[in-house]
């Protein structure tokens, strides 16, 4: 499976953005999926995750609130929305398939990753 995250880019503090990722080839709606973000020089950290019916999500603590996560099945695509904004939301953004029906928040819990997209908060 090939995944294509897109919808990043430079907003203000407060702003909002929703990030897309797209799978394409040997897909699969048994999986779970989820997004991490990577900030300069720091690790690569869990953001959410979403089973695969869509009725289970998870958060990280950081983004519980203003975050939410997606997936709409007939598009193959799943979302994250962004609201309220901060500068510590600044990394580049990865979208996963979980190698699990459910999504873990631990990055060997996953499989496929995409090529991620920048997002970056001015304050």
């Known amino acids: 499976v090939q995944l294509q995250a897109s919808g990043g880019g430079l907003v203000q503090a407060g702003g909002s953005l929703r990030l897309s990722c797209t799978a394409s080839g040997r897909t699969s709606s048994n999986n779970g999926m989820g997004w991490f973000r990577q900030a300069p020089g720091k690790e690569r950290d869990f953001v959410a995750g979403?089973?695969?019916?869509?009725?289970?999500?998870s958060y990280a603590d950081s983004v519980k609130g203003r975050f939410t996560i997606s997936r709409e099945y007939a598009k193959n695509t799943m979302y994250l929305q962004m609201n309220s904004l901060k500068p510590e939301d600044t990394a580049v953004y990865y979208c996963?398939?979980?190698?699990?029906?459910?999504?873990?928040?631990?990055?060997?819990?996953?499989?496929?990753w995409g090529q991620g997209t920048l997002v970056t908060v001015s304050s």
């Open positions: 996963a398939v979980a190698r699990q029906a459910v999504a873990g928040s631990g990055a060997a819990d996953y499989k496929s």
């Open positions: 979403i089973s695969w019916n869509g009725r289970y999500t």
